[in-house]
């Protein structure tokens, strides 16, 4: 039987245009970037012209994108630069976040002595946006509010417009986490209120290894990483070249076919819902599906016996990758903070289906029809 890849949402695989994108610069192309000689001003400009068109497809300047080894990095840089380079004394943000920003925050806060505030979650896994109006109020320090666009595990999205827009008006720092948008909805960075931003390129069919960090141009930071004048100073270290021409192609690919690639996204996951709940009893779904939440992904509950304990490895063996997520899971694998955060009531087994274009109906017919047996 072929493999049913449905653990988009942890990793896409390499579309074969951004590898053939990628070739000439892992072959012939081999020059430094930071060299004088026309091998290295070759490379370099092949660096730069993918900065544009990143920005381009961004809504951004190109001043303002960064190249780094990816969104972990990109919110450590920042996270780091608020407390060291802005002065912040209170960072605010979310318990559903990625441990990207969850681990940075916690320990900052621990080492520099900075509050630290949790937003609440609301039962439907959104984020409470009068609780967090509430704490940017009752606190006078500089702030930083770190919250992510569209949550990994569950797929809700919060309004960077309206969140933007309230820290502005109480004069802070907006940092937002868009690992699982960039590549998969439109931006443009100009019109929006939000500071920073980082992304991912293997979250959208372009390798791993590389992703940007948006700093908006009226802001200053250092680096987080010393050592040399790559990234205009901002990063050093050798440019990863075939990562970034990889990303910037991946990412004009997407931008391209959005609108096709999106609908039809929309309807897989549409139609594995109904399939679930069609055939199998007591299923049951995290956050708000088809509400605002990504249209790739589709965060499952099954309720729990002795056959959901061994759920995800009796997928593998069909074949079938998808990944956990219950807030009590049994072995090895801790519980996922996001499911405790969604105060489940009853005992749940959580598996997270997220799609690709790739990916097809009959698909998950066939994972349906597993499941119903297995369970």
Not at 20 to 26: D, F, G, N, W
Request: hydrophobic share 35%; proline share 3%.
């Amino acid at each position: 039987m072929e493999r049913i890849y449905f653990d988009n949402a942890a990793t896409t695989s390499l579309d074969p245009a951004v590898l053939e994108a990628m070739m000439p610069y892992l072959t012939e192309k081999f020059g430094n970037p930071s060299s004088i000689y026309s091998y290295g001003r070759e490379t370099r400009m092949a660096v730069e012209q993918a900065r544009k068109s990143v920005a381009k497809n961004l809504g951004a300047k190109p001043s303002e994108i960064f190249f780094t080894s990816g969104g972990t990095e990109s919110s450590n840089t920042i996270l780091h630069a608020a407390i060291h380079d802005l002065g912040c004394k209170h960072i605010i943000s979310s318990p559903i976040e990625h441990h990207a920003t969850l681990h940075t925050v916690e320990h900052l806060a621990k080492i520099h002595n900075i509050k630290l505030s949790w937003v609440n979650i609301l039962h439907n896994g959104h984020i409470d946006v009068d609780h967090l109006e509430q704490l940017l109020n009752t606190h006078e320090e500089k702030t930083i509010v770190s919250i992510m666009h569209a949550n990994n595990e569950i797929g809700n999205m919060i309004d960077l417009y309206e969140i933007g827009a309230l820290c502005k008006k109480n004069n802070a720092y907006f940092h937002s986490d868009t690992v699982q948008t960039v590549g998969h909805f439109p931006f443009n960075l100009r019109e929006t209120p939000v500071d920073f931003i980082t992304g991912a390129g293997h979250k959208f069919h372009g390798p791993k290894g590389v992703g940007i960090l948006y700093i908006n141009e009226n802001i200053k930071i250092n680096p987080l990483v010393y050592g040399g004048a790559q990234e205009r100073n901002m990063r050093a270290g050798t440019e990863n070249l075939y990562g970034i021409i990889g990303f910037a192609k991946a990412l004009e690919l997407a931008s391209a076919s959005y609108e096709k690639d999106s609908a039809y996204m929309q309807t897989l996951k549409q139609y594995m819902h109904d399939q679930l709940v069609q055939k199998i009893p007591g299923v049951s779904f995290n956050g708000d599906p088809f509400g605002n939440s990504l249209y790739t992904l589709l965060s499952t509950n099954f309720p729990k016996t002795d056959k959901t304990d061994m759920l995800l490895f009796n997928l593998d063996i069909h074949h079938i990758c998808a990944s956990g997520g219950s807030a009590c899971s049994s072995g090895a694998q801790q519980g996922s903070h996001v499911i405790q955060a969604l105060k489940k009531e009853g005992e749940i087994a959580t598996v997270r289906f997220s799609f690709s274009k790739n990916n097809t109906r009959q698909e998950i017919d066939q994972v349906v029809d597993i499941l119903t047996t297995l369970l």
